[in-house]
């Protein structure tokens, strides 16, 4: 059982910068792909980056592409998300993921754990 704790949100201006978190714990962290979700109020959870156990590939949906960085630490068993050129349309709550079998990064479906959110908040 991997439990996964999200830290790093806040409120910041458009155009700023966050550097999100995820710690796991409980599992081998080197043997699962993670991802990284968001979910804005009233709008179903979506893609936003995910990195292979080795962080040797990585995957971004359009929407952030060029301005989020996903990278991992294996020694730390932390997962990141870089942040950078915020905008107000990426004020959600942000979700890391975990999956063992090498399946699709982009579904939900796709992760067996899930870590609790953190709120980013994005002002204009």
């Known amino acids: 059982q991997v439990q996964l704790v999200e830290s790093g949100g806040g409120l910041v201006q458009a155009g700023g910068s966050l550097r999100l978190s995820c710690a796991a714990s409980?599992?081998?962290?080197?043997?699962?792909?993670m991802g990284w979700f968001r979910q804005a109020p009233g709008k179903e959870r979506e893609f936003v980056g995910g990195?292979?156990?080795?962080?040797?590939?990585?995957y971004y949906a359009d929407s952030v592409k060029g301005r989020f960085t996903i990278s991992r630490d294996n020694a730390k068993n932390t997962v990141y998300l870089q942040m950078n050129s915020l905008k107000p349309e990426d004020t959600a709550v942000y979700y890391c993921?975990?999956?063992?079998?090498?399946?699709?990064?982009?579904?939900?479906?796709?992760?067996?754990?899930w870590g609790q959110g953190t709120q980013v908040t994005v002002s204009s």
């Open positions: 993921a975990a999956q063992y079998a090498s399946g699709s990064y982009y579904y939900t479906q796709a992760y067996d754990y």
């Open positions: 409980g599992g081998t962290f080197s043997s699962y792909h």
């Open positions: 990195i292979s156990w080795s962080g040797r590939n990585t």
